[in-house]
């Protein structure tokens, strides 16, 4: 299924090539070590996809961002394409460091046991959307101002 990051930021101006570059090779990071086995209670993952930056769902991201609240779309709006729904992950930063959403959804890997889906922090759903995506190849990032 489709995957769409929404970062809602307080900076002006869009995501420049650089930051979208980063974001991506962050993502693209964490899904290769998972893919590679790398990654204490993980298994290797056996069909792996490099994300890519799609054009289309940062349109339908930015919807949300202009909406600017901090929440995630409803079960409708996540419709996309062929696809019932998308995963979706919200960030909201002040200051430059937008890679922090990525990393810090990560780190949720801590609690997370794969053998049962079961998660033994607040929440987990922000990780399971990095190694669970394997037919996707989308991620999009937006910038609120």
């Not at 490099?50 to 419709?79: G, L, P």
């Not at 696809?83 to 990560?106: C, H, M, P």
Request: charged share 20%; aromatic share 12%; proline share 3%.
């Amino acid at each position: 299924r489709p995957f769409v990051l929404v970062v809602l930021d307080f900076c002006s101006g869009d995501l420049s090539e650089k930051e979208k570059k980063l974001l991506l090779a962050l993502h693209n990071g964490f899904r290769s070590n998972l893919a590679q086995g790398e990654v204490s209670g993980q298994p290797p993952a056996t069909n792996m996809q490099q994300m890519v930056w799609n054009a289309e769902s940062a349109s339908k991201a930015q919807i949300t961002a202009d909406k600017c609240i901090f929440a995630h779309d409803t079960i409708d709006d996540r419709k996309y394409g062929d696809f019932e729904w998308v995963g979706q992950n919200v960030a909201k930063f002040a200051g430059q460091d937008i890679s922090r959403g990525v990393t810090l959804w990560y780190n949720q890997v801590s609690g997370f046991t794969f053998e049962n889906s079961a998660c033994s922090l607040k929440t987990c759903g922000h990780y399971t959307q990095v190694p669970f995506l394997h037919f996707t190849l989308e991620i999009t990032i937006i910038k609120y101002f």
